[in-house]
């Protein structure tokens, strides 16, 4: 018996308040119609999806860590964190199956705070500015790697 391979996708704070939040930035899809674009799109890609989203760090953190020790693949927007969080860095360090770092918004386009990003350099690839769409092409680049 074969199972289907496993991938978490994880959100970082404020993204629970996607479809009212910034719509001109963010679009006007909730997380949950996120959740079932991903859901569809891994169907067909024979991927098993693990959706998840926490406004709280520590939370985040404890689920970088059951990837790390499941060896299960990450797809990750750390919304806020992306910025400045060593811990989340720190984290997702310990991944060993891989990362893709996604974002709705394009953050290079935006304010010089959003430039930076503590968890590029530990992905195989960053995806932004494509809304939804920038992890349904996570979700594609993955099964490719
Ligand atoms: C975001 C971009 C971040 O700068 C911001 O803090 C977010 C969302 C995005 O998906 O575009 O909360 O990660």
């Given amino acids: 018996m074969t199972s289907m391979r496993k991938v978490m996708i994880l959100n970082g704070p404020n993204l629970d308040r996607l479809g009212t939040r910034e719509p001109d930035v963010y679009g006007t899809l909730s997380l949950q119609d996120i959740e079932k ?3 569809e799109t891994a169907t067909t890609l024979k991927l098993e999806v693990d959706f998840r989203q926490t406004n709280d760090e520590a939370t985040l ?3 970088l860590h059951e990837a790390a020790e499941t060896k299960t693949f990450v797809i990750m927007n750390p919304a806020a964190f992306t910025h400045y969080s060593v811990a989340i860095r720190d984290a997702a360090a310990m ?4 990362l893709i770092e996604v ?3 394009n953050p290079i386009a935006r304010e010089e705070f959003r430039h930076t990003s ?7 690839g960053t995806i932004s500015g494509f809304g939804a769409q920038s992890y349904l092409l996570a979700l594609q680049a993955l099964v490719k790697l």
């Fill in 103 to 105: 974002h709705l918004s």
């Fill in 61 to 63: 953190i404890s689920w």
């Fill in 118 to 124: 503590l968890i590029s350099g530990l992905a195989t």
């Fill in 37 to 39: 674009l991903c859901v």
């Fill in 95 to 98: 991944l060993t199956a891989g």
